[in-house]
């Protein structure tokens, strides 16, 4: 009876009830044998733990769950407690939480429970998500919408929760338009408390292409939200008020967003959105010289995760992909002087605004570097995706280098099947470039245009940046 108590209070949103019941009854079951019900009541507490940012405490509940689950032959509570253990371990960084998510679909389908396949697709996505794989993250959370759509739950959580796993997916991949319609599908007659995470992706959907009135819009109806304490809505939400502040100009509303997200996020145990945090902010920090929250952002972020259990080294490098991914939060390079806050950098932006700085550190530095090259691949780049506010960043630093954006750098049908990279490249070499000069304009590794100018000698059919230029020339190649 309690157990359902609980249960009822979760589902009516009053969860701090829920979780006070839960936990009662939680220690009124410890010295029963195992049951179903046990496990079950042992799965809700570490669902609680999990959403107010506690991973580790939540994944010894729900390994608790599982033993008990497995006791007491619950097939179905066994899949819902694995269910929730791979959820913990993956936001905990340990790639063996996929491997328990796969198990519990696999159950959840074997024993005909719909709600679990339903979640299971759920966290799996939300999973990749967190690892960097944002490909796979995307398929899986669709997938999950169509095995909604078969059983007709087009208006149920679970339907929602994987429209928001997508869209977050899509986005992050740059396909800003399909996230966009899946999103605002979801949320259509819906009110802000029953779309908190929807009408979040789609406020930094806003934010980043530059419809300020729209994501203020957005941004505010979930503002004041019960959010519970979860990090995964808190830190997007101050990221996303943060460069819509730096869009607008309001550098200290900006610095303000990122201090207030970080004191909200940097105690639990999600490192991910904590990274992503920092890493908005030291772009601004970086942009306006500001050495003390510089500092302290630096700070932040070196002392992330230190002590937490359950991070393997890959954890780390899936972390600064997945941040660089979401944030391009690269600081201008030394020698550019104070700059403006840059264009708003979400999924894939990052290319627009490394390219953006990259232009802008070779034009200030006049070192006889192209700044071209980099600002018109930062144009398309935004262009492409709608980036209103990178475009027209991109669009005034052209002006100043007298670079005609309307231009096509290259012809539409590249000679001798060489690919824009090498042709690029092979410009750069007819200009005098060595390959380290040529790896510096174009924002690649010494090794990278080494091998460019190998593949175009052999396309060429010489042997040595002579006879590539003497082709070059003679077959008006760059005309």
């Not at 936990?23 to 010295?31: D, K, N, V």
């Not at 174009?442 to 245009?449: F, Q």
Request: include cysteine; hydrophobic fraction near 40%; glycine fraction near 8%.
């Amino acid at each position: 009876m309690n157990e359902r108590r609980a249960t009822y209070l979760w589902e009516l949103g009053r969860r701090t009830e829920a979780v006070a019941a839960f936990r009662e009854t939680a220690a009124e079951l410890q010295e029963k044998p195992a049951s179903a019900v046990k496990a079950r009541v042992f799965v809700g507490v570490a669902i609680a733990a999990l959403q107010a940012g506690r991973y580790q405490d939540g994944c010894e509940w729900a390994d608790v769950a599982l033993w008990t689950a497995v006791d007491a032959g619950a097939r179905a509570e066994e899949g819902r407690a694995l269910n929730v253990s791979g959820l913990a371990l993956g936001l905990l960084g340990d790639p063996g939480g996929v491997g328990l998510l796969e198990r519990a679909i696999e159950i959840a389908r074997a024993v005909n429970h719909i709600e679990d396949l339903l979640r299971g697709y759920e966290n799996l996505g939300l999973v990749l998500e967190h690892a960097g794989q944002l490909r796979a993250s995307a398929e899986t959370s669709a997938k999950g919408l169509e095995e909604a759509q078969r059983y007709e739950l087009a208006d149920t959580r679970q339907m929602m929760v994987l429209a928001n796993n997508a869209s977050a997916a899509f986005m992050l991949l740059g396909d800003w338009d399909k996230a966009e319609k899946i999103v605002t599908e979801a949320i259509q007659d819906r009110s802000p408390a029953e779309s908190l995470y929807q009408r979040l992706i789609l406020g930094e959907i806003k934010v980043a292409r530059g419809a300020y009135a729209q994501a203020h819009e957005l941004l505010d109806s979930i503002a004041d939200a019960d959010h519970r304490g979860d990090p995964r809505f808190l830190g997007p939400l101050h990221t996303a008020q943060a460069l819509l502040s730096l869009g607008e100009g309001d550098l200290r509303r900006a610095s303000d967003e990122v201090r207030r997200g970080v004191e909200a996020v940097r105690d639990g145990e999600n490192q991910l959105e904590l990274l992503r945090l920092c890493a908005v902010g030291l772009r601004y920090a970086a942009d306006q010289r500001d050495a003390t929250l510089g500092d302290w952002l630096a700070q932040a972020a070196w002392t992330t995760g230190r002590g937490q259990p359950r991070r393997p080294r890959s954890w780390w490098r899936c972390a600064a992909r997945n941040v660089s991914v979401c944030t391009a939060a690269t600081p201008p390079p030394s020698g550019t002087g104070s700059q403006p806050a840059g264009p708003n950098s979400t999924g894939r932006t990052r290319p627009a605004y490394a390219r953006w700085r990259q232009a802008a550190a070779t034009y200030a530095r006049s070192d006889g570097s192209d700044p071209r090259p980099p600002a018109r691949e930062a144009h398309q780049a935004a262009t492409a995706l709608g980036a209103e506010p990178s475009r027209t960043e991109v669009a005034r630093l052209a002006a100043q280098i007298g670079l005609d954006l309307r231009d096509r750098p290259t012809p539409t049908a590249l000679p001798y099947r060489l690919t824009p990279a090498e042709f690029e490249t092979l410009r750069l070499l007819c200009k005098g470039l060595d390959p380290t000069a040529i790896a510096r304009t174009r924002g690649v590794g010494v090794r990278t245009a080494q091998t460019q100018l190998s593949s175009i000698y052999r396309k060429l059919g010489v042997h040595s940046s002579v006879g590539a230029i003497a082709v070059a020339h003679r077959e008006r190649l760059l005309r």
